[in-house]
Every structure is written in structure tokens, then in C-alpha cells.
């Protein structure tokens, strides 16, 4: 079964404008993280952003904040005043467990910043 | 820049060769993370090491193995390549201190086999 879902495969947004892309997972640990990731099409992966399972807040990191609802195991990334330099693909990832285990990627959602 | 590196950026090879690719961890991490990025597999996971020692795998084929030195850079070799092993090799590292444990990925390694 798939941890990962990222049912956009793509999406354009208009430039300053908002983008939330969608994420769901799957996991019966109780103990968990949540990751999004940026791949330019320079084709390095980029830390965006964490959110603990435990976490009683939304994370948030400059234009970057995430939608967390534990309930609906969900993990949207909401990026802010979009720029032409956010087009990339996104992925979002999940460690289960804490500390230093494996990622489980989704399948990514390329987004198009229109100027 | 993230801090790792890894060499070479791209590699050619034909098919049934043997190669390995090298990564350095960013200073003070131990953990170190293989992973393989194809358009038909996505992002997977292959294998783990902590200061040395492998400590988890994923979808790793027996013709692939990795090892991490002392000085704890890792290198993954890939033997009797195949046509279907063309893909982006990353490898990442982490400390193992924080609630996050972010893993920072290197530049990766684009593997062209022909």
C-alpha cells in the first residue's frame, strides 16, 4: 500500500499568488514525521519543511507553512506569494519512528509559476 | 548547497559493467541514506548506514551494495548493470539529534547505462 499520495501530478499558479498542494498518508505508528521536499529541474532535493506527528502546531518556515490534519492524515504544503522560482516538483515525504530511519516519497507534484 | 557531495554527477557505462558512486556526508552527520529516483519507481529508498554500520535496507537488488568507511563516506556499487538501472542515485545524511532529523540530500548521481 502506498504511504506516500500526492494525487496532483501538476498544477500552475499565477506569480504572488497561493499554492496548496495536496498530501495524504499512511501509517499506524504513533509516532511520525512529515516532510516536503523541492526538486528544480536541476534535479537536487531541497528541505523545505518538518511537521511531527506530536506537533500541536502547523509548521511553518517563511512562505512555506503546512496544513496538518492528524484526523484526516493529511499534510498539505501551502506555498505563499508565489515566485517564478518556486517552480519545481514537490514531494512529500514520511519517516515512521522517530530518529534517523528511511523516507517514504510520494509521487511529487510539478508546479508551474506563471509570471 | 546542502553540504553533501557526491561523485561523479553523471556516469555512462554500458550494460553488464560495474560502478560505484561516492558520497561525502555533511560534517558531524553518521547517517547516511541511499536512495534511487526513476520515472517509473519515484524516490525508493535502498539502504542505510550509521557510523559504519548498515543499519536498514530497502528495495536494494542483490547486484547493488554499499558500505560506509571510517572516515564515513559511503560509496554504493552497482555490479552487472542492466538497462533499467539508468536513474538519479541520491544519497542523503542526517544527525541523529532533533525531533526532525532532516535528511540533507546531495547533488545526486546520474546513472546512464547503454
Known amino acids: 500500500a502506498q504511504k506516500i499520495t500526492q494525487t496532483q501530478p501538476g498544477m500552475f499558479v499565477q506569480e504572488k499568488e497561493a499554492v496548496t498542494l495536496d498530501c495524504t498518508y499512511d501509517?499506524?505508528?504513533?509516532?511520525?514525521?512529515l516532510f516536503w521536499y523541492k526538486q528544480p529541474s536541476s534535479g537536487e532535493m531541497i528541505f523545505l519543511i518538518y511537521?511531527?506527528?506530536?506537533?500541536?502546531q502547523n509548521a511553518t518556515e517563511g512562505r512555506y507553512s503546512l496544513n496538518f490534519q492528524k484526523a484526516r492524515k493529511s499534510a498539505n504544503l501551502v506555498i505563499s506569494a508565489s515566485q517564478l522560482g518556486d517552480s519545481a516538483m514537490y514531494f512529500c515525504?514520511?519517516?515512521?519512528?522517530?530518529?534517523?530511519?528511511?523516507?517514504?516519497f510520494g509521487a511529487g507534484t510539478t508546479v508551474t509559476v506563471r509570471a | 548547497d546542502s553540504g553533501v557531495t557526491q561523485t561523479p554527477k553523471h556516469l555512462i557505462t554500458a550494460t553488464g559493467q560495474r560502478v560505484t558512486l561516492r558520497c561525502s556526508p555533511r560534517?558531524?552527520?553518521?547517517?547516511v541514506y541511499w536512495y534511487q529516483q526513476s520515472l517509473d519507481q519515484g524516490l525508493q529508498f535502498l539502504i542505510q548506514?550509521?557510523?559504519?554500520?548498515?543499519?536498514a535496507k530497502g528495495n536494494i537488488l542483490e547486484r547493488f551494495s554499499a558500505q560506509q568507511f571510517p572516515d564515513l563516506h559511503s560509496e554504493l556499487n552497482l555490479s552487472s548493470l542492466e538497462l533499467g538501472d539508468s536513474a538519479l542515485y541520491f544519497c542523503?545524511?542526517?544527525?541523529?539529534?532533533?525531533?526532525?532529523?532532516?535528511?540533507?540530500f546531495g547533488p545526486g548521481t546520474r546513472l546512464t547505462v547503454t
Open positions: 511537521q511531527g506527528s506530536y506537533d500541536q
Open positions: 548506514y550509521y557510523n559504519g554500520e548498515e543499519r
Open positions: 542523503a545524511s542526517s544527525q541523529r539529534t532533533g525531533p526532525a532529523n532532516e535528511q540533507y
Open positions: 515525504a514520511m519517516r515512521e519512528g522517530q530518529g534517523d530511519y528511511k523516507l517514504s
Open positions: 560534517s558531524g552527520d553518521l547517517s
Open positions: 501509517t499506524s505508528d504513533p509516532s511520525y514525521g
